[in-house]
């Protein structure tokens, strides 16, 4: 007789990311996603669904960095981006 062993389980995660541009960050945030899933899961992923993403802050960071002090001031963008994925998660 057959059993099934797969879990189907709905969660929530916080996670931040850090890019040059805003989509740059959050696409940051989901490359680390399933390994941040992977370390809360004990067994194989089947299948890793996002349901719905939270923005929950966003930051613009501007430094101006100078060269010597007397050359010209170089402006850097980055961001800074803080979001909540809740998640369907399959696993065995």
């Known amino acids: 007789m ?3 062993d797969l879990k189907k389980e709905i969660k929530r995660l916080i996670i931040s990311g850090k890019g040059k541009t805003e989509q740059e960050a959050i696409a940051n945030c989901f490359s680390s996603f399933r390994k941040e899933v992977e370390k809360d899961i004990n067994g194989v992923i089947i299948k ?11 930051e613009k960071k501007i430094e101006i960095k100078k060269f010597f002090e007397f050359f010209w001031a170089k402006e850097i963008t980055s961001y800074v981006v803080k979001i909540e994925i809740e998640f369907e998660v399959k696993y065995i």
């Not at 890793?48 to 966003?58: A, R």
């Open 48 to 58: 890793l669904d996002p349901i719905e993403v939270y923005i929950l802050d966003k």
């Open 2 to 4: 057959k059993s099934s």
